[in-house]
């Protein structure tokens, strides 16, 4: 094992005897001093022991270089020692207290250093929480600009969405008038067809009654040939009349039914281009619809920038308080003795190692 361990070891043994904490820095103090050689300091023993306050080791001590001076007094000024081991002796003593006084005086030292460059590294640490603080409230009066051209954006987006809600309204209304009309000239068509075909149906009728007559003529011509020639004739001319105007009957209702078939058509057509028109105004409506969201997005993203960046200022302002709290208790410290201030020095070290 290596001394450090040796050390750490035998407080613990220590540490499981003694429970009271001043009996147990003292005891620390004579196992460092009398086994290992090391003279003791309060930050060594706050460092070894960590019981207590900071003030624990130092009073302890203190009270162990009393006891040993007061044990080397005894031992100096018994009557059974010879002079030259009482001057040794007392020598002993005189150079360990000297050397104790000038580590302490070290350590004061050393600790106001340290404390000096704590101030201003904490005088650093509050400007430039300042300076953060200043450039917070910079990108947040940012944050709002933009949250502000962000607004004034979406309620132009929500105007002109209106004025495209109203443009669809109208071509719903015109759509709807296309429908109709094509409703009607469907209608009509039907209408058309079914005329046609009562018109047809007659023709039919007739044409198979001038067909009987043109037979009962043609029986009573067998019969009657040289008699009824001239009438068969005439039936025959009739016929052929009759057959004519069928046939221009047939002729303007294939008419009547093609313009009927080209309206229909161009119905159609205007349905078709309505139809279009609206899908393009649904696209226009989603796009515009995306577009506003976006920019619900952005005035959102905005407001979290917002509350993050307020977060971190209160944050820098609770910061620069506890370091300037912590100026005013620093400033307002009573000065200690140097065994005292020592502890307090060699402590932070160790709470850093």
């Known amino acids: 094992m290596t001394t450090e361990a040796q050390i750490h070891a035998d407080i613990e043994a220590v540490r499981e005897r003694i429970p009271e904490t001043q009996d147990l820095y003292r005891e620390v103090c004579t196992i460092l001093f009398f086994r290992y050689g090391i003279t ?4 060594k023993l706050y460092q070894y022991v960590r ?7 130092a009073e302890a001590l203190a009270k162990f270089w009393e006891d040993l001076r007061e044990k080397s007094r005894v031992r100096i000024e018994h009557p059974d020692l010879p002079e030259a081991v009482k001057t040794a002796a007392g020598d002993l003593v005189a150079s360990l207290w000297t050397q104790a006084q000038a580590a302490a005086q070290e350590s004061l030292t050393a600790f106001r250093a340290e404390a000096q460059a704590a101030v201003l590294e904490a005088k650093t640490a509050k400007a430039t929480a300042e300076t953060d603080r200043d450039a917070a409230l910079v990108q947040l009066n940012q944050a709002q600009q933009t949250i502000q051209a962000a607004t004034d954006r979406a309620l132009q987006m929500e105007r002109e969405l209106a004025i495209e809600q109203a443009g669809k309204e109208s071509l719903t209304t015109q759509l709807a008038a296309a429908l109709r009309q094509h409703a009607t000239l469907e209608n009509a068509l039907a209408e058309a067809r079914r005329d046609f075909a009562d018109e047809l149906e007659k023709l039919r009728q007739a044409l198979q009654k001038s067909e009987e007559r043109h037979e009962a003529g043609e029986k009573r011509a067998l019969i009657e040939i040289d008699r009824e020639r001239m009438a068969a ?6 016929l052929a009349q009759l057959r004519e105007s069928q046939l221009e009957a047939a002729r303007q209702h294939r008419s009547e039914v093609d313009r009927l078939q080209k309206d229909l ?7 078709g281009v309505a139809e279009g028109t609206l899908h393009e105004m649904r696209a226009i409506y989603q796009q515009q619809t995306e577009q506003l969201q976006s920019l619900r997005a952005a005035l959102s993203e905005g407001e979290t920038q917002r509350t993050v960046l307020e977060r971190d200022l209160v944050a820098s302002q609770e910061k620069v308080a506890v370091l300037e709290r912590e100026l005013q208790q620093r400033g307002s410290e009573p000065k200690i003795e140097a065994e005292t201030v020592k502890p307090r020095r060699k402590s932070r070290k160790a709470v850093a190692d």
């Open 40 to 43: 003791p300091t309060a930050n």
């Open 51 to 57: 019981k207590g306050s900071m003030s624990a080791p």
């Open 233 to 238: 004739a005439k039936v025959q001319k009739e």
């Open 265 to 271: 058509a161009v119905a159609r057509q205007n349905s």
